[in-house]
Every structure is written in C-alpha cells, then in structure tokens.
C-alpha cells in the first residue's frame, strides 16, 4: 500500500472513532443536561457548548496544525479530548451542570482537531486521488454512526451515577484514535512553510471558487442539521412512536456516509460542479417530500434524500476548497472554511428546535428552501462563469 492510500486509510479510521465520540454525545449531552439543569430550558446546552467548542477552536487548530504539522496537531487535539471525556465524567459524579457544560465545550475542541482529517487526507495525497482521499476518509463516519449509538446503550448506565460509563468509554475511542495516528506518515511542515504567509484572507475569500465551496459546506451541513434536528420531535407531534424516529434517523445516518464509497469517483468522472448541484437538488427532494406528508415512509424518504444531498455539496465543497489555496495558505482558507460550517450549525441547532415547537414541520422545510436556492444559484453560476472563461480561451 503506497503512503497516500495507507495514511486514507488509517485516517478514514480515526474519523470512525471520531463520530463513534461525536454520535454517542449527540445521544446523550441533551438528556445528561435535562437531569442535572436547573430548569428545563437549559437542557440542551451542553449540546450548544460542544458546538461553540468546535467554533471557537477550528481557527487555532488549523494555525497550531500549520506550526507542528497534522500528526502533532491531531495527537494534541486528541489528548484534549481525552481531559473533555473526563471533566464530563467528574461533572456527572458531581451531579454539576456547570461543570458538564465546560466538559463538553471542552470535547467540542477534539472534535474542531477532527474536522481536519479529510484536509490531511487531500493535502498528501495526489492531485486525482484528493476528491477520492476525502470521500473514503468520511466514509469512516458510517462506522461510528452504528459504533456510537450501540456505545451508548451499552455504557449509559454501565457505572453509577447515571451516564458516567458513557462519558468514560469516550477515552477508549480517543486512545484508539492515538494508536492509530502514531502510524501516519504525514511531513511536517517546513521551516520557510511555517514562515510563509501568502495571499491575505480578502484575497482568498474573493476567489468565485472559494466562495461557492465555503457556501456548499456551511448550507448543506446548515440545512442537513436544521432538519435533522427538528425531525424526532415533528414525528413525536405527528403521533409516530420514538422507534421510528430512531430508525428514520439511523437510516439518515447511513445516507450520510455510504455514498462516500463512491462520491470521489463521481466527482473524478463527472467533475465536481454537477456532484454539487445533484447534492443541491436532492435536497429540494427532501423538502417536497417532507412537505407532502407526515406519515413514517415520507418522513424516512426525506431523511434519505437529505443524508446523500449532504454528501455531494460536502464532499464536493471540500474538494473545490483545496483548489483555492497554495499550501502556505491552507491553514487560514480551511480554518475560516470549517469557522463557517461550525458557525452555521451552531445557528440551525439553536433555530430548529424553535421553528418546530412554534411553527411546525412544514415551516420548517419552507424556511430551508431561500438557503437552497442560494446555493444552487451559486452552482450553476461558477460553472456558467468557467464556461465563458474557456469559451473566451478558445
């Protein structure tokens, strides 16, 4: 196995672990915050301080990457991780809110570390393996999608008090992951890399490019999350069982990573714009589906459709951003990338619970439409605009 499929393959790995982490929090940080606030209303900020974690810290992760390389900076990024897991664990046998909401805050730093593994992966790799290199490295997140839930039941009350075992076992996964990322072979970042400054931000940001794959990440991860989000308490409202909202949501899970087997070769083949703009119309799909109807079967076909949308504008969104900068400039160009994507699902998080309780599922899905037309409309006008620039070459 050459350098760059091997370093795929054991950062597709770590990404498994990853959302096995992300995917077990995202089960319990709600329902660990409803037991210990002290009102109701803030139950779910634990969830919102995770987020802000990963805001708050993708910028200087990405310029501590740039100064020590990716293995140190994953390896710092991980061990972060391991004193979340364990602030979170003392905050439960402490029965402390407050505390749970710093540990969680905490965890969502390793999770701003992690959101860089599909970068590693196309930054070393060569340049018609970068779409593939992403995609296969997300595919891991279809592992940790199954891994994570399955943890949690496991481990939820595994130890006294309540989620203790739960919180702990995240340490398992973390040590995994340094394990693994011990046997990456990724240079370091030379001394004159480390010193280059390249283009300022407003240059960069300017580029046409930049600017529809920062829009394709931020709003299909923005539109996917203010979904997602809202669908188990509409289908709650709908009458439908719990059971079925675990299984629509699971089956989301799934349409999320499994196209990644094979989204790198569609965007080899067909180029990245058409991958971005089906992504784009799937997502119109699972809007019109959700809003002709509520029963399981188009709750579950919406969910589907939103999952595999997601994949093509981020993946997609990814592979167009590495065309934008030279490599003394990545850290600033992915840093502000992923600020943006944070920032937007920290925002639809906050949003969706809102709109839902107060307005409704089909409110819900009118108002992700205006995000979608935008960026569709952003889709078809860089390919318009490549169009005429070869046309006026020829």
């Known amino acids: 196995m050459n350098s760059d499929r091997r370093n795929v393959a054991l950062l597709a790995a770590c990404q498994a672990m990853l959302f096995t ?27 919102t301080c995770w987020v802000l974690g990963g805001a708050l810290s993708t910028m200087p992760a990405s310029f501590y990457m740039k100064r020590v390389g990716r293995k140190s900076g994953f390896l710092s990024g991980a061990a972060v991780g391991i004193v979340g897991a ?88 973390v040590l995994v992951t340094m394990a693994l990322l011990t046997r990456i072979r990724i240079a370091d970042p030379s001394a004159a890399e480390q010193a280059a400054k390249g283009r300022p931000m407003a240059e960069l940001a300017a580029q ?106 981020y993946i997609g969104g990814t592979t167009l951003l590495t065309e934008t900068y030279r490599p003394e400039e990545r850290a600033k160009a992915q840093g502000v990338n992923d600020f943006t994507i944070f920032a937007m699902m920290a925002l639809s998080s906050f949003t969706s619970g809102l709109v839902v309780t107060s307005a409704g599922w089909e409110r819900v899905n009118l108002f992700a439409l205006p995000m979608l037309v935008v960026v569709a409309a952003a889709i078809v006008w860089l390919g318009m605009r490549g169009r005429r620039a070869e046309s006026a070459r020829g």
Not at 127 to 148: C, H, M, P, T
Not at 264 to 290: D, E, K
Request: charged share 5%; hydrophobic share 60%; with cysteine.
């Open 208 to 313: 046409p490019k930049f600017i529809v794959a920062v829009l394709s990440g931020a709003i299909g991860y923005g539109v996917m999350n203010f979904l997602m989000t809202s669908t188990p308490i509409a289908m709650g409202v709908c009458g439908h069982p719990y059971s079925d909202a675990a299984f629509v949501i699971s089956s989301h899970v799934v349409a999320m990573f499994a196209p990644s087997f094979v989204t790198g070769s569609l965007i080899r083949r067909l180029g990245v714009l058409p991958v971005m703009f089906v992504g784009a119309l799937l997502n119109f799909g699972a809007v019109a589906i959700a809003l002709s109807g509520v029963s399981v079967p188009q709750f579950w076909l919406s969910l589907v459709l939103l999952g595999v949308g997601w994949n093509f504008l």
């Open 21 to 47: 982490n992300n995917s077990t929090l995202i089960a319990i940080n709600g329902l660990a915050g409803l037991a210990l606030a002290p009102a109701s209303s803030l139950a779910t900020l634990p969830v």
């Open 86 to 173: 364990l602030i979170c664990a003392l905050a439960i046998w402490l029965q402390n809110f407050w505390l749970l909401c710093a540990g969680t805050l905490v965890m969502g730093t390793y999770n701003a570390f992690g959101q860089y593994y599909r970068f590693a992966a196309a930054d070393s790799a060569a340049l018609d393996f970068k779409a593939k290199a992403i995609s296969l490295v997300l595919a891991g997140g279809l592992v940790g999608g199954i891994l994570g839930p399955t943890t949690s039941r496991i481990t939820i009350d595994l130890l006294a008090p309540k989620f203790v075992g739960a919180y702990l076992a995240l340490i398992v996964f």
